[in-house]
């Protein structure tokens, strides 16, 4: 039954835990600096995305 829960409730459990790790962010380094790591992690992921779509990372390891 707990399994049942979890799976109902997983998506606002996600952002729940986004919501802490933001709130705690911006209570301890504050706002701007928790604005650039979001940032620098969004082109992070972005970059990351382009990559794995175009399939340069999986070319440059098959020429190794």
Not at 7 to 29: D, E, R, W
């Amino acid at each position: 039954a707990m399994m049942n829960e979890l799976q109902q409730y997983k998506i606002p459990l996600i952002f729940g835990a986004i919501g802490l790790v933001l709130a705690v962010l911006f209570v301890t380094i504050g706002f701007f600096k928790t604005l650039l790591i979001l940032l620098l992690t969004g082109l992070g992921f972005a970059l990351g995305l382009y990559l794995q779509r175009t399939g340069i990372i999986d070319e440059f390891f098959n020429q190794q």
